[in-house]
């Protein structure tokens, strides 16, 4: 099936600075991304969506200015977590697909610490 | 609201072991229903999934059927193999777009040679 790469997979980080995590789709372009948060033992949760050339649409409860969504490109979305604190620390997927209705392909995940 | 609840593992099954990992829901209107899978290092990919009730949905031996008068879709297998062992997640769809999906927790299977 078609590849799907999130970088970092972990990351450590210090309270107070950004950290950008990436999400690319490898062999296909991906007209929408979807980014997802995953605390342990819980389920995945949506965060925002995102489509090319366009803003990120937010879940409700998802800060926008802290988890900054960039589509730039059909085969790139990036996720920035600004001013990260200890209760950012999580597991964060991305997802994409090619068409409307076709399958969502999922990147590996990226654990973010924050110290 | 929406919601889905998968057992909790870890669930220890032998080789050739029948596997049920249950699985029910809550939702408004008639969503679809889906079982991802994860393996270690690897990124959760569509395992089967069905769209309307009494579907049942397969792949890879593994087996779901959409059950609406008991919100169920468990998912089956008559014989796990080692290669089986993965984390196992339940989803439902509850807009057009398949990106609106609904996890639950996630339930860890390891098969024992």
């Known amino acids: ?115 | 609201g929406n919601s889905v609840t998968q057992m909790e593992g870890p669930v220890t099954l032998s080789e050739e072991a029948f596997l049920t990992i249950n699985c029910t829901y809550t939702a408004t209107g008639y969503p679809s229903l889906f079982w991802y899978v994860q393996y270690p290092g690897e990124g959760l990919q569509l395992l089967l999934k069905a769209t309307k009730a009494d579907d049942k949905g397969s792949n890879k031996g593994f087996e779901a059927t959409y059950r609406k008068e008991t919100t169920s879709f468990h998912l089956e297998k008559g014989s796990v193999q080692v290669s089986d062992s993965a984390v196992y997640f339940c989803a439902l769809n509850y807009g057009g777009s398949q990106g609106n999906l609904i996890f639950g927790k996630g339930t860890k299977l390891s098969v024992k040679p």
């Open chain 1, 1 to 115: 099936g078609a590849v799907v790469s999130q970088h970092p997979s972990w990351v450590i980080c210090k309270s107070g600075t950004s950290v950008k995590i990436e999400c690319r789709s490898l062999d296909f372009q991906a007209t929408t991304m979807f980014w997802y948060r995953q605390f342990p033992k819980q389920s995945l949760m949506l965060m925002a969506t995102s489509n090319e050339g366009s803003k990120a649409t937010y879940e409700q409860g998802v800060e926008k200015d802290k988890f900054l969504i960039n589509h730039a490109s059909l085969t790139l979305s990036t996720l920035t977590v600004t001013s990260a604190h200890p209760e950012d620390s999580s597991f964060y997927i991305c997802s994409a697909r090619q068409y409307r209705a076709g399958e969502l392909f999922f990147g590996e995940g990226s654990r973010l610490t924050v110290l």
